[in-house]
């Protein structure tokens, strides 16, 4: 039983910041990908970044040099620490996790979403 659910939405001005969180419960193998993706309103889901088991990240072209992916040392707690906030960033975010760590790839859980709405 797997949970992934994410904190720390809200709203924020443009050129704000904002720190997401997402706590896991139940097991997922060592060598899983974490990451973060967004729907905005009439968009398809994106990948905005991915970390891997080496704590290694990448990022989408919007979301670099403005966002940062980490995890915390029992990775069990996912961040994402998102400055200089555009208009464009508003979307539901939502963390994943799964066992390839591209952002294009396919995972295996998600959590319920936040919302991030920037004006």
């Known amino acids: 039983h797997v949970q992934l659910v994410e904190s720390g939405g809200g709203s924020v001005q443009a050129g704000g910041s904002l720190r997401l969180s997402c706590s896991l419960s139940?097991?997922?193998?060592?060598?899983?990908?974490m990451g973060w993706f967004r729907q905005a309103l009439g968009k398809e889901r994106e990948g905005v970044a991915v970390?891997?088991?080496?704590?290694?990240?990448a990022y989408a072209d919007s979301a670099k040099g403005r966002f940062t992916i980490a995890r915390d040392n029992a990775k069990t707690t996912l961040f994402l620490q998102m400055n200089s906030l555009k208009l464009e960033d508003s979307a539901i975010y939502y963390c994943?996790?799964?066992?390839?760590?591209?952002?294009?790839?396919?995972?295996?859980?998600w959590g319920q979403g936040t919302q991030v709405t920037v004006s």
């Open positions: 994943v996790a799964g066992p390839q760590c591209f952002l294009e790839s396919k995972f295996d859980y």
């Open positions: 139940g097991y997922i193998v060592s060598t899983y990908c």
């Open positions: 970390i891997d088991r080496f704590s290694w990240p």
